[in-house]
């Protein structure tokens, strides 16, 4: 979840070592205060910032990457995972 205050480079840096320990399937949200007694929300976090890391985490070599203020740790992960698995397998 993403908007709790952390930089660039702290996104970046555990990206990194995500793919370091060889962990395939990424997913980014935007974290949204459930209730008042919950964190507040620090930053709200921008399309085009979402629509970023994605490329990056593409580029570093995810499987699967889902980027964008909706997207949760479930995201249609399975689905999306399989399709990638066989577009990329299709294109070896």
């Known amino acids: 979840m993403l908007g709790f205050g952390e930089s660039d480079d702290q996104i970046k840096r555990?990206?990194?070592d995500l793919r370091d320990i060889d962990v395939d399937c990424l997913t980014l949200g935007q974290y949204i205060q459930?209730?008042?007694r919950q964190?507040?929300?620090v930053e709200?976090?921008?399309p085009e910032k979402f629509q970023f890391w994605q490329e990056y985490g593409t580029k570093l070599g995810f499987a699967y990457v889902a980027s964008g203020p909706l997207?949760?740790?479930s995201f249609k992960a399975g689905e999306f995972y399989i399709k990638?698995?066989?577009k990329?397998?299709?294109t070896l």
């Open 84 to 86: 990638n698995l066989v």
């Open 71 to 73: 997207v949760r740790s």
């Open 44 to 46: 709200y976090v921008t």
């Open 88 to 90: 990329n397998k299709a």
């Open 39 to 41: 964190i507040k929300v």
């Open 14 to 16: 555990t990206l990194d």
């Open 34 to 36: 459930p209730t008042k």
